[in-house]
């Protein structure tokens, strides 16, 4: 069993700063990219962060030069900083995970979502 927990949302007025953080806990030998998606009200999910075990980014262009993806390996975290948000960023934002099991297969887990809200 694993599970992916954030934590970190809430809400926020327009250029405020929140920071989000995910832990992985369960049966695995480790973890290979980890990251963050939201869904913004009435749309598809989309693709904020994400960040290999070697510490590799990449991020859309949206979150370019205001959010920050990084993880502690050794606790299992992934952490987005986001600065300067604005009324667009408000979504339900997903922790994502690309795990390893014991015998390396790998399988994608989802967190169970934390509401961001920023007021303008």
């Known amino acids: 069993q694993v599970h992916l927990v954030e934590s970190g949302g809430g809400l926020v007025e327009a250029g405020g700063s929140l920071r989000l953080s995910c832990a992985a806990s369960?049966?695995?030998?480790?973890?290979?990219?980890m990251g963050w998606y939201r869904q913004p009200p009435g749309k598809q999910r989309e693709l904020v962060a994400i960040i290999t075990s070697g510490g590799s980014t990449n991020y859309a262009d949206s979150a370019k030069g205001r959010f920050t993806i990084s993880r502690d390996n050794a606790k299992n975290t992934v952490y987005l900083q986001m600065n300067s948000l604005k009324p667009v960023d408000t979504a339900v934002y997903y922790c994502h995970a690309l795990l390893i099991t014991p015998i390396s297969r790998s399988y994608v887990y989802w967190g169970q979502g934390t509401q961001v809200t920023v007021s303008s």
């Open positions: 369960g049966s695995f030998s480790s973890i290979d990219v």
